[in-house]
């Protein structure tokens, strides 16, 4: 897997562009993909995450079974070289037991009117977003374990996950519907920061690859972990 970093130029039209447009990000980064299918961005693993620093240059964290092509990226996109590098041996040395840090900014949602028609197939409803605080951390909580992870507690308090949950507001977009009209994206958006146990390494190391939770293709599900000092 490489993993790779590109430090956007706020001078940049484009870069302006795709930040307050969650649907211009996905195409900017599958660009630098080839198209080898119908659906490259699960071809190729990809997932991003936007930062933005409370000092510096906003950049996006990018993850993908492959070394992006960035030689698209328009014109003054980025204020320096895009960085790349293999964590596949990272990966491939996960344990039980050990303990690491990890962010996830994620879109903790659930499904409802969810039916089943008359032929009895299922079909999904809506998503919606959980609202508090309690129902985010319980999201996570059942993620994790599906995830092949546990989420440490807090000596304090063993029911408290020692997890920092950051509300981002809600990340927004446009994309043109099957009648080509523009229509418009919102997801609500959570940031979880804390430090995790690995229970189950190979289910850990899925998530990694495939992201956890919904709107992987808008900058969701990127799990990024490393080693913990505790």
């Known amino acids: 897997m490489i993993l790779s970093r590109?430090?956007?130029?706020?001078?940049?039209?484009?870069?302006?562009?795709?930040?307050?447009?969650?649907?211009?990000?996905?195409?900017?980064?599958l660009n630098a993909f080839p198209s080898a299918g119908p659906a490259p961005r699960r071809q190729f693993a990809v997932l991003f995450r936007v930062e933005?620093?409370?000092?510096?240059?906003p950049y996006v964290m990018i993850q993908s079974r492959e070394t992006p092509d960035f030689t698209h990226l328009p014109r003054g996109y980025v204020i320096h070289a895009?960085?790349?590098?293999?964590v596949s041996e990272a990966y491939?040395?996960?344990?039980?037991?050990?303990?690491?840090?990890?962010?996830?900014?994620a879109n903790p949602t659930r499904k409802i009117d969810?039916?089943?028609?008359?032929?009895?197939?299922?079909?999904?409803?809506?998503?919606?977003?959980?609202?508090?605080?309690?129902?985010?951390?319980?999201?996570?909580?059942?993620?994790?374990?599906?995830?092949?992870?546990?989420?440490?507690?807090?000596?304090?308090?063993p029911d408290v996950p020692n997890v920092r949950l950051i509300p981002q507001g809600r990340l927004t977009g446009f994309r043109a519907d099957s009648g080509g009209q523009a229509r418009k994206l919102t997801f609500g958006s959570v940031l979880f920061e804390g430090i995790m146990e690995v229970?189950?390494?190979?289910?850990?190391r899925d998530a990694l690859e495939y992201g956890i939770g919904s709107a992987k293709a808008y900058g969701f599900g990127l799990l990024s972990v490393a080693p913990s000092d505790s």
């Open 6 to 29: 590109l430090t956007l130029n706020l001078r940049s039209h484009e870069a302006i562009r795709d930040l307050s447009d969650c649907q211009q990000m996905h195409r900017t980064i």
């Open 52 to 57: 933005c620093p409370p000092a510096g240059s």
């Open 82 to 86: 895009p960085e790349s590098k293999d």
């Open 92 to 105: 491939a040395s996960l344990h039980a037991g050990m303990k690491l840090r990890f962010r996830l900014r």
């Open 114 to 157: 969810t039916k089943s028609g008359p032929d009895g197939a299922r079909h999904n409803g809506r998503r919606v977003n959980f609202r508090s605080d309690e129902e985010r951390l319980a999201w996570l909580t059942r993620k994790a374990a599906s995830a092949g992870f546990a989420i440490l507690a807090v000596k304090c308090s």
């Open 199 to 204: 229970a189950d390494p190979e289910r850990l």
